[in-house]
């Protein structure tokens, strides 16, 4: 690794990351925002440290309906990716909401879900995984 001169490694939450404002061009992620209960305040961060105009490109797990309180409130279903999904729709508000522009949703039809616990909750409320690139405004 001492040949990689632009790499480093920080410790730090999503909620709170330790970066400078306006340091990054692109931000990428795949299925971890899905994993905070405060979404809004993940997106404001990665806001905060792109650049105007630098993109966030990252795949999440999404509903098709809105989960009643007993899936919010399961903690295996929420380390299984699906307790801390958002309606699709409500999710891409959320995303603009921070001050992104939202260029391009792809489904990802690849993706599922193996254990008999998730199939039975994915299905019941239609939870799939979507790759979203935005732009900072």
Same mark, same amino acid.
């Given at each position: 690794?001492?040949?990689?001169?632009? *790499?480093?490694?920080?410790?730090?939450?999503?909620?709170?990351?330790?970066?400078?404002? +306006?340091?990054? =061009?692109? !931000?990428?992620? #795949?299925?971890?925002?899905?994993?905070?209960?405060?979404?809004?305040?993940?997106?404001?961060?990665?806001?905060?440290?792109? *650049?105007?105009?630098?993109?966030?490109?990252?795949?999440?797990?999404?509903?098709?309906? +809105?989960?009643? =309180?007993? !899936?919010?409130? #399961?903690?295996?279903?929420?380390?299984?990716?699906?307790?801390?999904?958002?309606?699709?729709?409500?999710?891409?508000?959320?995303?603009?909401?921070?001050?992104?522009?939202?260029?391009?949703?792809?489904?990802?039809?690849?993706?599922?879900?193996?254990?008999?616990?998730?199939?039975?909750?994915?299905?019941?409320?239609?939870?799939?995984?979507?790759?979203?690139?935005?732009?900072?405004?």
């Amino acid at each position: 690794m001492s040949s990689l001169s632009n *790499v480093s490694f920080k410790k730090g939450y999503a909620e709170s990351l330790p970066l400078d404002d +306006e340091s990054f =061009d692109v !931000v990428i992620s #795949n299925g971890v925002i899905n994993l905070s209960p405060v979404k809004e305040t993940v997106f404001g961060e990665i806001r905060r440290v792109l *650049v105007p105009g630098g993109r966030l490109m990252f795949s999440d797990i999404v509903t098709g309906v +809105e989960l009643p =309180d007993s !899936v919010r409130d #399961n903690c295996a279903l929420w380390a299984e990716c699906i307790g801390g999904a958002q309606e699709s729709q409500r999710y891409l508000r959320l995303i603009e909401r921070a001050g992104f522009k939202i260029e391009k949703t792809t489904p990802n039809d690849s993706y599922s879900f193996t254990q008999d616990s998730t199939l039975t909750a994915a299905e019941k409320f239609q939870v799939h995984s979507i790759s979203i690139l935005a732009r900072h405004l």
